[in-house]
Every structure is written in C-alpha cells, then in structure tokens.
C-alpha cells in the first residue's frame, strides 16, 4: 500500500521557520513529481510548491517564492519543506503528494498520492 506521511508541522511565531518532511513507501517514486499543497479553513487547497524527479527543477506559488524550499532525496523517498519567515497567512493543513511526470504542477489533479496532512498554525 502507498502512503505518503508528513512531518514535522506545529505552532511557530511570525517569522519563525518550520520544516516538513514527507516519507514515501509502498512504491519508490523515482519519476515522480513531488509537491506540497496546503488548504486553510473555508479555502480551497492550493499550490505551494513542487519538484521534478528528472533535473529537480523546482516550482514555487508567488506567495511563498523567496521564502520557501522545497528539495528532495530519492534515495530516501522523501520530500522537504524548508518554511522561512513564516506569516500567519501561511496558517493551512499541508499536505505532500506525489504524481506522474507531466501535467502542470500546480493542479491537485495531476497527483495521484496524498498525505495525510499536518497542520501549521503561525502567530502573529
């Protein structure tokens, strides 16, 4: 069975960092997309960020661009989330997902895998 598990979510002040880590298993995802998505209360889940298997190039939403890293290890099937200068905006259940090559990146659709989510809450 495929299962995606995050962690590394919690309570951080505004401005403060945080880093998630997303353990795959039941299938290696060499080949794979990897991404982050995150959906706040009464919102609909958007793209965060989002990494190719081939050349790792990376994507990133306007709204984390600069502060956020996303990176990846495929010998440990598992995909970070490097959070810098966080904002209570960024307060959302995250959830890592993992796809097949192709399809825009930023479409949950294009993913087949999901975690089970964690949560981030920032202060201000």
């Known amino acids: 069975q495929v299962q995606l598990v995050e962690s590394g979510g919690g309570l951080v002040q505004a401005g403060g960092s945080l880093r998630f880590s997303c353990a795959a298993s039941g299938r290696t995802f060499n080949y794979y997309k990897m991404g982050w998505f995150r959906q706040a209360p009464a919102k609909e889940r958007e793209f965060v960020a989002a990494?190719?298997?081939?050349?790792?190039?990376?994507y990133y939403a306007d709204s984390v661009k600069g502060r956020f890293t996303i990176s990846r290890d495929n010998a440990k099937n598992t995909v970070y989330l490097q959070m810098k200068s966080l904002k209570p905006g960024d307060t959302a259940i995250y959830y890592c997902?993992?796809?097949?090559?192709?399809?825009?990146?930023?479409?949950?659709?294009?993913?087949?895998?999901w975690g089970q989510g964690t949560q981030v809450t920032v202060s201000s």
């Open positions: 990494i190719r298997w081939s050349d790792e190039y990376t």
């Open positions: 997902a993992a796809g097949r090559p192709g399809g825009l990146q930023y479409l949950p659709s294009t993913y087949s895998y």
